[in-house]
């Protein structure tokens, strides 16, 4: 069963951390997605990649930034986490550039910043 | 701007109920229009619909677009306790003709059912 993995399911950080919150896919897609996901606002896109080592932001990058130095790998990075990054993040691969067909997501990592 | 819009935001119905989750959408160039259920886990698809008014059909769950409107319906006839659930609706961005599979979502809409 093809799957994308996330490393952690809940995580507690103390502010002012380094955080990395990992992906992997075993589906060889080209697109490599990271949401976060907050009650009332939905989900929200912090930055994508469509390839190796090219990532682009989405509509919430501040705070964050990303990694891809393999197809199947996707890292989201919080620099310096702070408690208003406090939420659910959802990690997401597609297979086509061009095309939403096959979207799957990863289970999820809550994390908590304190 | 693109974006989405779901409603209710949430819904408490009991067991044999049918409920109607609604979606607006404003997407410049719209092709299709996307619903997931959210249970304690990741977003699993329920369908994607890019025709106007033709209705797609899984068990209880159906949904229909209405182009015209800009809306999107999903219906669950005869609820039970396992659609509880977060139900989400998502429509492709465009960039300059590329999209990169990118989608926004709307806020979501959170189904309780009680036995």
């Known amino acids: 069963d093809v799957k994308v993995t996330q490393s952690s399911r809940y995580l507690v950080k103390r502010t002012g951390e380094k955080v990395f919150l990992e992906c992997v896919q075993d589906?060889?897609?080209?697109?490599m997605f990271w949401y976060r996901q907050d009650p009332g606002l939905g989900l929200r896109l912090i930055y994508f990649?469509?390839?190796?080592?090219?990532?682009e932001k989405g509509d919430i990058p501040e705070g964050y930034s990303v990694s891809r130095e393999k197809k199947e790998r996707f890292s989201l990075i919080l620099e310096s986490a702070s408690t208003n990054q406090t939420s659910m993040y959802l990690c997401?691969?597609?297979?086509?550039?061009?095309?939403?067909?096959?979207?799957?997501f990863g289970s999820g990592t809550r994390l908590t910043v304190v | 701007e693109d974006k989405v819009v779901q409603s209710p935001l949430s819904l408490v119905v009991h067991e044999g109920d049918t409920v109607t989750l609604n979606c607006s959408y404003e997407?410049?160039?719209?092709?299709?229009l996307l619903w997931y259920k959210q249970e304690k886990k990741a977003p699993t698809f329920l369908f994607m619909l890019?025709?106007?008014?033709i209705e797609k059909k899984s068990g209880r769950l159906s949904s229909i677009l209405d182009k015209k409107e800009l809306s999107s319906i999903l219906n669950i006839t005869a609820t039970q306790t396992g659609d509880s659930a977060i139900y989400l609706c998502a429509a492709p961005l465009n960039a300059g003709g590329t999209s990169y599979g990118k989608l926004t979502f709307g806020q979501g809409t959170i189904l309780t059912v009680h036995p």
């Open positions: 589906m060889d897609h080209e697109n």
């Open positions: 997401a691969s597609s297979p086509v550039r061009d095309r939403i067909y096959g979207y799957t």
């Open positions: 997407v410049t160039n719209f092709r299709s």
């Open positions: 990649s469509y390839d190796v080592k090219m990532k």
């Open positions: 890019t025709s106007s008014g």
